[in-house]
């Protein structure tokens, strides 16, 4: 399994880091080098809750399986969305390789309604708008550097308490909360920026898929295990 600060530069050439397919709770799976296009990457979970994009402008490019995203107008709306319950555990996991934090890198958004998201918003920090409250978890040792190419896990349980993986590994964090409290439901609706345009990801999304489940650590770590493909092979 790659260690910290071990990430691998290249994505893979094909198939998956992991077979999700019979996994019944998945809400999306969007899998690297299946059924990706500029103008949808089809979602795999069965739920039809695909990733579309049919303005030619905001569409991302295809490169070793997954989706560029140019940091400006580039994103993709989801079929159906999500609504997870404020006491729902999840798992989100995704391959991503950031190449700026001119603005904070969005992976799932809610771009109507409510603003709510999962960011990327610097090395150092991953934060999570959820309903009202927004969670910051800040570790100085800033594991997620640019151009680095990583398995990112963030699995929520019924307390609303978070727990980050870079490669199958923990993360030691910080986490500070404005407006706790907050009772409502986490929606979302796209990938790849908050509504209005605002912090677009930069860079590439090879793989991913949300859980409405909390997976193990022994199941995150299998997610994460790239040693048996080079560099993703299962």
Same mark, same amino acid.
């Given at each position: 399994?790659?260690?910290?600060?071990?990430?691998?530069?290249?994505?893979?050439?094909?198939?998956?880091?992991?077979?999700?397919?019979?996994?019944?709770?998945?809400?999306?799976?969007?899998?690297?080098?299946?059924?990706?296009?500029?103008?949808?990457?089809?979602?795999?979970? !069965?739920?039809?809750?695909?990733?579309?994009?049919?303005?030619?402008?905001?569409?991302?490019?295809?490169?070793?399986?997954?989706?560029?995203?140019?940091?400006?107008?580039?994103?993709?709306?989801?079929?159906?969305?999500?609504?997870?319950?404020?006491?729902?555990?999840?798992?989100?996991?995704?391959?991503?390789?950031?190449?700026?934090?001119?603005?904070?890198?969005?992976?799932?958004?809610?771009?109507?309604?409510?603003?709510?998201?999962?960011?990327?918003?610097?090395?150092?920090?991953?934060?999570?708008?959820?309903?009202?409250?927004?969670?910051?978890?800040?570790?100085?040792?800033?594991?997620?550097?640019?151009?680095?190419?990583?398995?990112?896990?963030?699995?929520?349980?019924?307390?609303?308490?978070?727990?980050?993986?870079?490669?199958?590994?923990?993360?030691?964090?910080?986490?500070?909360?404005?407006?706790?409290?907050?009772?409502?439901?986490?929606?979302?609706?796209?990938?790849?920026?908050?509504? !209005?345009?605002?912090?677009?990801?930069?860079?590439?999304?090879?793989?991913?898929?949300?859980?409405?489940?909390?997976?193990?650590?022994?199941?995150?770590?299998?997610?994460?295990?790239?040693?048996?493909?080079?560099?993703?092979?299962?």
């Amino acid at each position: 399994m790659l260690g910290m600060g071990n990430g691998v530069d290249m994505p893979p050439s094909s198939g998956t880091f992991y077979d999700l397919n019979s996994h019944a709770d998945l809400a999306f799976y969007f899998k690297n080098d299946t059924d990706v296009a500029v103008a949808q990457w089809t979602d795999q979970s !069965g739920n039809n809750n695909h990733a579309t994009q049919a303005t030619e402008a905001n569409q991302a490019s295809v490169s070793g399986g997954g989706l560029v995203f140019d940091g400006e107008n580039d994103y993709y709306n989801l079929t159906s969305g999500i609504s997870i319950g404020n006491e729902t555990p999840y798992t989100l996991f995704a391959v991503i390789n950031t190449t700026s934090f001119s603005s904070a890198n969005t992976i799932i958004s809610n771009v109507e309604g409510e603003v709510e998201y999962i960011v990327v918003k610097s090395n150092s920090q991953i934060q999570i708008q959820q309903s009202g409250d927004i969670t910051s978890l800040n570790d100085t040792s800033r594991p997620w550097p640019n151009n680095e190419t990583m398995v990112l896990c963030i699995t929520k349980d019924a307390s609303r308490n978070y727990v980050v993986y870079k490669n199958g590994t923990a993360i030691s964090f910080t986490s500070s909360t404005s407006n706790p409290g907050s009772t409502g439901d986490f929606d979302a609706n796209a990938i790849g920026i908050i509504g !209005g345009g605002a912090s677009a990801f930069k860079g590439t999304i090879y793989e991913l898929g949300l859980h409405e489940r909390l997976l193990s650590d022994a199941e995150i770590s299998s997610i994460a295990d790239l040693s048996s493909r080079t560099p993703w092979v299962r």
